[in-house]
Nanobody, 121 residues
């Protein structure tokens, strides 16, 4: 599976952005697709994930209530709707394929190239 992320950009605090990740290749029903991010000078951290079969979701506490992950099985795409953005959301966002909703990096085995989100104050 190859992943292509898009939708990053510059937005003011309080604004919204929508990230998309298109997968080429087969996504198995047991798979999970997720978003991680890496802010400057920080470790990569989990943002959100969705199980391909039943759309069950998981979110990091820092984005609950502001971000929504969804999937389009027909298009083999996941989306991340990001509302009420904050300067601390500034990061490179990576989409990934994994085996668990755990949010642990080692449960994810395929990574996209990343898309930059910058939130100005």
């Amino acid at each position: 599976v190859q992943l292509q992320a898009s939708g990053g950009g510059l937005v003011q605090a309080g604004g919204s952005l929508r990230l998309s990740c298109a997968a080429s290749g087969r996504i198995f029903s047991s798979h999970v697709m997720g978003w991680f991010r890496r802010a400057p000078g920080k470790e990569r951290e989990f943002v959100a994930a969705i199980r391909w079969s039943n759309a069950r979701t998981a979110y990091a506490d820092s984005v609950k209530g502001r971000f929504t992950i969804s999937r389009d099985k027909a298009e083999a795409t996941i989306n991340l709707q990001m509302n009420s953005l904050r300067p601390e959301d500034t990061a490179v966002y990576y989409c990934s394929v994994g085996s668990s909703l755990s949010g642990l990096t080692y449960d994810y085995f395929t990574w996209g190239q990343g898309t930059l989100v910058t939130v100005s104050s």
